[in-house]
């Protein structure tokens, strides 16, 4: 007997056999035997579009009927030019300038490279510091990952990890100790400006932050006026800023850059996961132009590239989603069916207190589940409530994204949906019902767990 083949990725729910998929159809998925999955989150958030999109899939074909790549670094294309174009157009005209890359950890790496190129072009060599945030995450590369406040993806590469500085998580339902709802913002941007006063601004490169925390966090908004507080801070202090937009980015919050809706522009952003909604790995670096004056200035470019930068098929597959979104009117249906769609989650665990929060953003939602609303006292950690809610949406056909954000019982646990953005009224009551039924069940185990 041949011995069963094992998966080196793991399991989002620890369990030790994965289903084998077989194709895809719109919102669902089918394994090969013959199960249905209904993509409630988009994988990580990536589907924006469903999955096997006709008009997606003939682009892409048409691109490989002509060239599937040409060498970036020889060759232009249409497909590179329309998807700068259009990237351009649909961020007012603020960042018109992309280094495409294949991920989301590549786009942050490029992004904290350019920071660092852009100050050594203005003869600021001694720029080197990065500053982020706790409970971040911006990605798997040891650049990314040492701008990430993720313990238990770090703990194995700590001490080949960059220096970074870490300032207090922005997150409004888990504030520092004694800091009122109101001072939220200017609390946080006074602890940033003390962290480069301390540093020496001199010394900093660059803030790195995402505008709504995804797998860290369990889809944290930051609160209101955060994010121009903290930019103000950064241009004080010569300080880049840079928004990783890779998971709320492309549309997932309703406006294409969720920075957009806050009113601020950062230096450099990266996107990747709805930028080709998964048809053909992508992700992009952004940056302004002034940012690509000071490096076309000193080294005629950004130095930094891979041998698959500017994908053509790639590129064509994120030509033809950028398209069909726009075409279809989806970001403003993404704004204002998140919202409601939250109300209805909120309507729904109103009888499960545990439901802690239920907040996010177009259609990147989170939920906390914690064992205390009161105190907010999260679930014991080994009960691993989040990775329960997981499993059984799973087994009753649900795909949701379970955060391990209860770290040493140090927040909640979290779920996060990211339904495609043009999932049906059916599919999304699908979503609803089945993710109801997961977490009160599950709540349930985790009260019977405690008492154990
Ligand atoms: N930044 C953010 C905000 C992310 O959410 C992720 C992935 N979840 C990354 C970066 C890394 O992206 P990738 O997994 O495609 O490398």
């Known amino acids: 007997m041949s011995k069963p083949r094992t998966t080196s990725t793991g399991s989002s729910y620890g369990v030790d056999h994965l289903p084998k998929i077989a194709y895809a159809r719109g919102s669902y998925l089918f394994d090969v035997d013959g199960n249905r999955y209904l993509d409630g989150s988009g994988g990580p958030a990536v589907y924006c579009l469903g999955h096997a999109h006709p008009e997606v899939n003939a682009a892409v074909a048409e691109q490989m009927g002509k060239i599937a790549h040409a060498y970036r670094y020889l060759f232009s294309s249409d497909a590179v030019e329309e998807l700068t174009d259009i990237i351009t157009d649909r961020t007012g005209g603020h960042f018109p300038n992309a280094v495409y890359v294949t991920s989301?950890?590549?786009?942050?790496?490029?992004?904290?490279?350019?920071?660092?190129?852009?100050?050594?072009?203005?003869?600021?060599?001694?720029?080197?510091?990065?500053?982020?945030?706790?409970?971040?995450?911006?990605?798997?590369?040891?650049?990314?990952?040492?701008?990430?406040?993720?313990?238990t993806r770090r703990a194995s590469f700590e001490g080949s990890l960059l220096d970074v500085c870490f300032v207090s998580a922005a997150n409004a339902y888990r504030p520092p100790e004694g800091v009122a709802p109101a001072d939220l913002a200017g609390f946080l941007a006074r602890e940033l400006e003390e962290e480069i006063l301390k540093i020496g601004p001199d010394k900093v490169a660059a803030f790195i932050f995402e505008p709504v925390v995804g797998a860290a966090g369990g889809v944290v908004p930051a609160p209101e006026g955060y994010a121009r507080a903290v930019e103000a801070v950064c241009r004080r202090h010569g300080v880049l800023v840079i928004g990783d937009e890779v998971m709320c980015g492309s549309g997932r919050t309703g406006t294409w850059r969720a920075l957009d809706q806050d009113g601020v522009v950062p230096d450099i952003m990266s996107v990747?996961?709805?930028?080709?909604?998964?048809?053909?790995?992508?992700?992009a670096a952004l940056y302004t132009d002034a940012?690509?004056?000071?490096?076309?200035?000193?080294?005629?470019?950004?130095?930094?590239?891979?041998?698959?930068?500017?994908?053509?098929a790639a590129c064509a597959a994120a030509v033809a989603v950028q398209k069909i979104i726009s075409r279809d009117g989806l970001l403003d249906h993404v704004l204002a069916r998140g919202e409601t769609f939250r109300d209805e989650l909120r309507k729904a665990f109103a009888d499960?207190?545990?439901?802690?929060?239920?907040?996010?953003?177009?259609?990147?939602?989170?939920l906390e589940i914690v064992s205390d609303p009161e105190s907010k006292t999260p679930f014991r950690p080994n009960l691993s409530v989040h990775a329960d809610i997981g499993r059984r949406a799973f087994e009753a056909g649900l795909i949701c994204y379970p955060c391990t954000g209860n770290v040493g019982g140090t927040a909640g646990d979290t779920v996060i949906l990211a339904p495609p953005y043009n999932a049906s009224e059916e599919e999304l009551a699908e979503i609803l019902s089945k993710l109801t039924v997961a977490v009160k069940d599950s709540v349930h185990a985790a009260r019977k767990g405690e008492k154990l």
């Open 352 to 366: 499960v207190p545990e439901v802690g929060d239920v907040r996010g953003c177009g259609y990147f939602i989170g």
């Open 291 to 312: 940012v690509h004056k000071t490096l076309v200035d000193a080294h005629g470019g950004a130095q930094t590239g891979h041998t698959f930068t500017g994908h053509t």
């Open 272 to 283: 990747a996961k709805g930028l080709a909604a998964g048809y053909v790995p992508l992700g």
């Open 104 to 151: 989301g950890s590549e786009a942050v790496e490029s992004c904290l490279k350019i920071a660092l190129q852009y100050h050594a072009a203005r003869g600021e060599m001694s720029r080197r510091r990065f500053i982020s945030r706790r409970r971040s995450w911006h990605g798997n590369t040891l650049g990314a990952l040492s701008v990430s406040d993720f313990r």
